[in-house]
């Protein structure tokens, strides 16, 4: 794979009404929940990339995915019961394994061979559950995108779910372009300088990176308390910095930070400051609407449960503002369908992101913007 500098973009050139065509690939990895939620008491329903599934755990605490409809009269599984390594469907009480295999009938000892519903693969992975909902025969665990941070003992957070009333992809250009934190988040995280700072883009073939250096400025209200959680009574400007990292997909795990200014932050000594990341991972739930897990995850005074809670709370604060933005977003692009889109310089990462999802919808035989052109 090879890296290049992205160059501007033409603010004159629209993309065309077809570009909004909001699909999403089915032959990766989406996350369905997080880890704590899948239980083996009682199933839980969750729709991932339009499939409707059914997720517990069997008798040996693994996690199961498979379609939330029986095949008797498609009543949910998930408003079943579990025995065990079997789901039972609440309807006729018909009975599943893992597998999808159903292994009783009410009423009758013969079993329809073809009485199966389908099942998924799955992986636990950086406290959440994986699953792929299309062709398994592909469905490689290696290719779970890398969160390290999640389950890693030199990081300490916590995070939660968002359901977005809008297309995954709204999300995605929201989280790589984060100089709308200057004026959807003025009162905590954003600041004058972001929409003035000079920024990088690379990519591969799967990733984006937007590399972003504020030097020597005032700290907004959230970094500024997080500094004098480490450094008591700190006053004084900061070097500032924003490394968003996409993969593909739709994970994005965001580098943030502040530290003392000039006490070399960008050569890349950090002892003098506070360092996050915020771990982002977005799945299509429908065409209109996804859900989205978060959490923050720091590397300093990580024995603190206030500190974690409160930069929860503090986060939740910040996306609830997004949240609200995006479902707005999303009504008017459903109200007005024919309209254009128009990308400034700053859109360059999100710009790149499209390009590579469209390759994964190409490869499916799946509707894409460029298809579509």
Same mark, same amino acid.
């Given at each position: 794979?090879t890296?290049a500098?992205?160059r501007?973009?033409?603010?004159?050139?629209?993309?065309?009404?077809?570009?909004k065509?909001?699909?999403?690939?089915?032959?990766t990895?989406?996350?369905?929940?997080?880890?704590?939620?899948?239980?083996?008491?009682?199933?839980?329903?969750?729709?991932?990339?339009?499939?409707?599934?059914?997720l517990?755990?069997?008798?040996?605490?693994?996690?199961v995915?498979?379609?939330?409809?029986c095949?008797?009269? #498609?009543?949910?599984?998930?408003?079943?019961?579990?025995?065990?390594d079997?789901?039972?469907?609440?309807?006729?009480?018909l009975?599943?394994?893992?597998a999808g295999?159903?292994?009783s009938?009410?009423a009758q000892?013969?079993?329809?061979?073809?009485?199966?519903v389908?099942?998924?693969?799955?992986?636990?992975?950086?406290?959440?559950?994986w699953?792929?909902?299309?062709d398994?025969?592909?469905?490689?665990?290696?290719?779970?995108?890398d969160?390290h941070q999640?389950?890693?003992?030199?990081?300490?957070?916590?995070?939660?779910?968002?359901?977005?009333?809008?297309?995954y992809?709204?999300?995605?250009d929201?989280l790589?372009?984060?100089?709308?934190?200057?004026?959807?988040h003025s009162s905590?995280?954003g600041?004058?300088?972001?929409?003035?700072?000079?920024?990088?883009?690379?990519?591969?073939?799967r990733?984006v990176?937007?590399?972003?250096?504020m030097r020597?400025?005032?700290?907004?209200?959230?970094?500024l308390k997080?500094?004098?959680?480490?450094?008591?009574?700190?006053?004084?400007?900061?070097?500032?910095w924003?490394?968003?990292?996409?993969?593909a997909?739709?994970?994005?795990?965001?580098?943030v930070?502040?530290a003392?200014?000039?006490?070399?932050?960008?050569e890349?000594?950090?002892?003098?400051?506070v360092? /996050?990341f915020?771990?982002?991972t977005?799945t299509?739930?429908?065409?209109?609407?996804?859900?989205?897990f978060?959490?923050?995850?720091r590397?300093?005074? #990580?024995?603190?449960?206030?500190?974690?809670?409160?930069?929860?709370q503090?986060?939740?604060g910040?996306?609830?503002?997004?949240e609200?933005?995006l479902?707005?977003?999303?009504?008017?692009?459903?109200?007005?369908?024919?309209?254009?889109?128009?990308?400034?310089?700053?859109d360059? /990462? /999100?710009?790149?992101?499209?390009?590579i999802l469209?390759?994964?919808?190409?490869?499916?035989g799946?509707p894409?913007?460029?298809?579509?052109?």
């Amino acid at each position: 794979m090879t890296t290049a500098v992205a160059r501007p973009i033409d603010p004159a050139a629209p993309t065309t009404a077809a570009s909004k065509i909001f699909n999403f690939p089915r032959n990766t990895w989406y996350v369905a929940a997080w880890d704590h939620e899948v239980t083996g008491k009682q199933p839980l329903a969750r729709t991932v990339a339009d499939r409707p599934l059914a997720l517990w755990r069997n008798s040996e605490g693994r996690a199961v995915a498979m379609a939330d409809a029986c095949w008797h009269r #498609l009543a949910p599984l998930s408003k079943g019961k579990l025995f065990g390594d079997e789901i039972q469907c609440p309807y006729h009480g018909l009975r599943y394994n893992s597998a999808g295999r159903c292994t009783s009938m009410p009423a009758q000892e013969t079993i329809n061979p073809s009485a199966t519903v389908p099942s998924y693969p799955v992986v636990e992975r950086h406290r959440y559950v994986w699953v792929w909902v299309g062709d398994p025969d592909l469905a490689d665990p290696a290719s779970v995108p890398d969160m390290h941070q999640m389950d890693s003992p030199d990081w300490a957070g916590d995070g939660e779910t968002i359901y977005a009333p809008c297309n995954y992809q709204l999300v995605l250009d929201n989280l790589m372009d984060l100089t709308h934190e200057e004026f959807v988040h003025s009162s905590s995280i954003g600041q004058d300088e972001l929409s003035e700072a000079e920024f990088d883009v690379s990519h591969t073939d799967r990733g984006v990176t937007v590399t972003r250096w504020m030097r020597n400025i005032d700290a907004p209200p959230f970094w500024l308390k997080n500094m004098r959680d480490k450094f008591p009574g700190f006053s004084g400007k900061v070097d500032r910095w924003q490394i968003i990292h996409f993969e593909a997909p739709s994970t994005i795990c965001i580098d943030v930070g502040v530290a003392k200014a000039g006490t070399g932050a960008p050569e890349g000594d950090r002892s003098q400051g506070v360092n /996050g990341f915020v771990m982002n991972t977005i799945t299509p739930e429908t065409a209109r609407t996804s859900h989205y897990f978060w959490a923050f995850m720091r590397n300093y005074r #990580l024995e603190s449960q206030t500190i974690t809670t409160q930069l929860r709370q503090g986060v939740h604060g910040v996306f609830g503002e997004d949240e609200e933005m995006l479902a707005a977003q999303q009504s008017a692009i459903d109200a007005n369908p024919d309209h254009e889109f128009y990308s400034l310089n700053i859109d360059a /990462g /999100g710009m790149w992101v499209r390009r590579i999802l469209d390759r994964m919808l190409q490869a499916e035989g799946l509707p894409s913007a460029a298809a579509a052109k």
